[in-house]
């Protein structure tokens, strides 16, 4: 275990479901992300949040909403997603949010839509 | 749009042999890189971190950078099975909002075998 548990690890849902990822993080640390991974794609960054407050939105589509009520937890919310969205999607989180460099992977949220 | 390039692979060696995977960058400006190892089916963990041009040792790992070609590569000596993995390379670079996020490759996948 890396100290960072994601749930569910798997979701099917259809394009007019409302579901949401949840993460939490057991480290201490001050920074949550969360990441796209899709197949033959890199790693895409969403969302960041330090102490709390969202530093980086990525151009993320408003079908993805995030929710960070404390430094421990991360939620994204998902509602009327596209079959594009199909998806692995990772929360990780580290020590300092500005240093942004030794990151701590869940395992992710296996996404797909339908 | 500031890229990480990588060979997908899959790059395989036998058993003991030298494995050498590499990866440029097209940010002149960045200072941190890193290379992450992903498991089918797991998620990415750091393995290797090198901010200065030359090489940086770690066991069987050694990470070399230099700056000038915007080049980043990783070595495994003695390359075992259990090595068989995807190998992420990640380098710091600012955003265009400032802030200090990781861009990633998409990976190259190493194949060990007996």
């Known amino acids: 275990e890396t100290g960072v548990t994601q749930t569910p690890r798997h979701l099917v849902m259809g394009m007019t479901n409302k579901k949401s990822l949840k993460c939490e993080q057991h480290?201490?640390?001050?920074?949550m992300y969360w990441y796209k991974q899709s197949a033959k794609k890199p790693l895409e960054l969403m969302f960041v949040y330090s102490l709390e407050e969202r530093v980086e939105n990525n151009s993320v589509p408003s079908r993805f909403s995030p929710e960070c009520p404390n430094s421990s937890h991360l939620f994204l919310h998902l509602h009327t997603l596209q079959p594009e969205d199909s998806a692995l999607y990772l929360c990780?989180?580290?020590?300092?949010?500005?240093?942004?460099?030794?990151?701590?992977f869940g395992s992710g949220t296996q996404l797909s839509v339908l | 749009q500031k890229e990480v390039e990588q060979n997908s692979g899959p790059l395989s060696v036998p058993e003991g042999a030298i494995a050498s995977l590499n990866c440029t960058y097209s940010?002149?400006?960045?200072?941190?890189f890193f290379w992450y190892r992903q498991y089918s089916g797991k998620s990415p963990e750091l393995i290797m971190s090198i901010y200065s041009n030359g090489d940086k040792e770690d066991g069987r790992f050694t990470a070399q950078l230099n700056k000038a070609s915007q080049y980043v590569s990783l070595l495994i000596r003695d390359s075992q099975p259990s090595d068989s993995a995807t190998y992420l390379c990640?380098?710091?670079?600012?955003?265009?909002?400032?802030?200090?996020?990781?861009?990633f490759g998409t990976g190259t996948r190493l194949l060990v075998s007996p």
């Open positions: 990640a380098v710091k670079t600012i955003g265009d909002t400032g802030f200090q996020k990781l861009v």
């Open positions: 990780a989180s580290s020590q300092d949010g500005a240093a942004n460099e030794k990151l701590f």
């Open positions: 480290l201490g640390h001050n920074a």
């Open positions: 940010d002149r400006v960045s200072q941190s």
